[in-house]
């Protein structure tokens, strides 16, 4: 607010009309370089060349900067490690192909140049990129699913996506893995077949359930704590850019999430 003059006037309030003939002047104001914030933990690589890494990322850990982000983030990792990164997400998200969700762990992919960053993302847009989840849900499927249907943002809550007309078109595939000892529970599969924001846990929504650990698309009144999401990216497979060879890699469940798993089912 503030950086915008009109016929000489600095316009601070939004919904200013202009008239014809007005002057107008926008000032840019100085990029500030980020605080360098102290790198103190680490991350297991499950793959690396010289064109690409895979990273098995840990939970509550932010995978690029924002204003609202003051912690270390997994980009400040890359960077702490002097790892050469493809520039095209711009200079807060360099190497970054896709993105998981804070509390989500398990396998990413990062390209160390354009070049590579370019081949993976047109993976992910003609859906030749797999990404396989494993989830601990709060109530078992009926059957194995498939959901298919258009994801936007929620027009009642800014902070969720929903399902919406004009969303974007999306598919998840569920499967009914083991179900917990006291029967109220289920380990599943989750296969995306788009990328969309949220897109799990909004099509599991879709269908009365939720992930444990899951606050923002809870169901019901469990005030039980988790120490994250139970959101696992179990596995991820492509096409090496450069090989040509079809990549498979798997990143090893969470400890929080293994000591749940063998303590309740």
């Not at 202009?18 to 933990?41: A, C, M, S, T, Y």
């Not at 998981?100 to 160390?112: E, F, I, N, S």
């Not at 929620?154 to 969303?167: A, E, S, T, W, Y």
């Not at 704590?225 to 497979?237: C, Q, R, V």
Request: charged share 30%; net charge positive; hydrophobic share 35%.
């Amino acid at each position: 607010m503030g950086n915008v003059k009109v016929s000489g006037n600095r316009v601070s309030k939004t919904g200013f009309k202009l008239e014809r003939g007005n002057e107008i002047e926008v000032f840019f104001p100085e990029k500030r370089e980020k605080e360098r914030v102290e790198v103190d933990f680490d991350i297991d690589i499950l793959y690396e060349d010289e064109y690409l890494l895979v990273l098995n990322k840990p939970a509550n850990l932010v995978v690029h900067s924002a204003p609202s982000v003051k912690d270390a983030t997994l980009v400040d990792w890359l960077k702490s490690k002097n790892y050469s990164l493809s520039t095209l997400s711009g200079e807060e998200r360099h190497g970054i192909v896709h993105r998981l969700d804070k509390g989500t762990t398990g396998a990413m992919v990062v390209a160390k140049d354009n070049r590579t960053h370019a081949h993976l993302s047109e993976q992910l847009k003609t859906r030749t990129m797999g990404r396989i989840y494993l989830a601990i849900i709060n109530s078992p499927l009926k059957e194995d699913r498939s959901v298919e249907a258009p994801i936007g943002r929620n027009p009642k809550d800014r902070l969720k996506m929903g399902i919406v007309q004009n969303g974007k078109y999306a598919k998840t595939e569920f499967q009914k893995l083991q179900i917990s000892k006291n029967g109220k529970e289920e380990l599943i599969r989750c296969h995306l077949f788009t990328g969309r924001t949220h897109q799990i846990r909004v099509h599991l929504n879709h269908i009365q359930r939720y992930i444990l650990g899951d606050e923002v698309y809870k169901i019901g009144k469990d005030k039980r704590e988790f120490p994250n999401i139970f959101l696992h990216a179990h596995k991820l497979y492509f096409e090496h850019p450069e090989i040509g060879k079809r990549l498979e890699i798997e990143a090893p469940i969470s400890q929080n999430m293994s000591n749940y798993f063998h303590k309740n089912f």
